[in-house]
């Protein structure tokens, strides 16, 4: 699980959904053989202001993952290079900027000057139905993804902030046919990724169909489990959902979100979206200083993030706005008074290639 690093928590990157384009460099002539490279990534700028808060040398932002800089602002440049053969293959996965640094903030143990991989792994198609992965790989909860083009929403919800990142370690992923999949995996405690450096180790397993899936973890006296999916209501219109929980032995705390993810496409190139979340925490200490927590570690917040999404070629343009509501008084108004609430408004722009 997270901590604050600063004002901000810092999760997970879908490489399928970011290689839009790929280039083969190496083919045989016997089709079963072939292998080829690809290149990917994402380049994103952002805009953000608060429109009940100060903005400035005494800006707030919600207690949630990225996005939350002041004015004009820098998101990350994402550079994957992967290479697929027909048994085995690769994925470097580097990033670039200030989204990329909270992301993988828990990685610079090792080097002195920091850490910009954001996975790195290997992968052997052992046969059609098993595959293994060795190495760094972003995490299998949540429903959404480090990549802000993966994302509906650029800013990121509570539920993704409070669960993990990333992993490293070794998984194993098994097709079970008739649209049913598994996962199992043994790692590095959570979002340890460069070593270990404990001598605990986490599991995960993850059960899924036709994209719903049901997915645990165990990592240092840690359970989450954690429900991720969607369903097409109709040709245009979406719903994602994502529920979790959380719970510590040694301190008893606990969290447990829930979150709906209604989009509606309203043409080809423009779709409109609501996040709504409901996310509390119970006998949490430091961590729920995000959303403000009672004398006994207690808190909850309701957050409403409206966002519209619009795609011009490979740029994506993001306008949104966003509502956070706590139980406690986890923000400031215009006149730095204590309050419950934060209203602010932000503008993107994201390049896929």
Do not use: C
């Not at 993804?145 to 650029?154: D, G, T």
């Not at 998984?171 to 995996?185: E, P, T, V, Y």
């Not at 306008?319 to 008084?329: A, N």
């Amino acid at each position: 699980m997270k901590t604050i690093i600063n004002t901000k928590y810092i999760k997970n990157l879908a490489f399928a959904a970011l290689a839009l384009i790929s280039t083969s460099v190496f083919s045989q002539e016997d089709e079963e053989t072939k292998t080829k490279f690809e290149f990917s990534g994402t380049v994103d700028a952002y805009y953000r202001t608060n429109l009940t808060a100060p903005n400035g040398e005494d800006a707030i932002a919600p207690g949630s993952s990225f996005a939350n800089l002041d004015g004009f602002s820098l998101g990350m440049a994402n550079i994957i290079a992967a290479y697929e053969g027909d048994k085995v293959g690769f994925v470097a996965d580097l990033v670039f900027g200030p989204r990329g640094t909270d992301a993988i903030f828990a990685s610079p143990m090792y080097s002195a000057t920091g850490d910009i991989v954001n996975q790195l792994y290997v992968y052997w198609n052992v046969s059609e139905d098993v595959t293994l992965t060795f190495g760094n790989f972003n995490t299998f909860l949540g429903y959404e993804v480090i990549s802000p083009a993966a994302n509906f929403n650029y800013s990121t919800s509570y539920l993704f902030s409070y669960g993990p990142f990333s992993h490293t370690g070794l998984k194993a992923d098994f097709d079970l046919g008739n649209d049913w999949s598994a996962m199992l995996a043994v790692m590095n405690p959570t979002d340890l990724t460069e070593l270990n450096g404990t001598g605990d180790y986490a599991v995960g397993a993850q059960l899924g169909y036709s994209g719903q899936f049901l997915n645990f973890l165990y990592s240092q006296g840690g359970f989450e489990v954690d429900f991720t999916g969607g369903f097409d209501v109709s040709e245009d219109f979406f719903l994602g959902v994502n529920a979790a929980h959380f719970s510590q032995e040694d301190n008893g705390g606990s969290f447990t979100g829930l979150a709906l993810y209604p989009q509606l496409a309203t043409s080809e190139n423009f779709t409109i979206g609501l996040r709504g979340e409901y996310f509390m925490t119970s006998d949490f200490f430091g961590d729920a200083a995000g959303i403000g927590s009672d004398a006994d570690g207690d808190g909850s917040v309701l957050a409403l993030t409206l966002t519209g999404s619009a795609t011009i070629g490979d740029l994506i343009l993001k306008p949104e706005i966003r509502l956070d509501s706590s139980s406690e008084d986890a923000f400031i108004d215009t006149d730095s008074d204590p309050t419950s609430s934060l209203a602010s408004v932000l503008f993107a722009a994201i390049y896929s290639f």
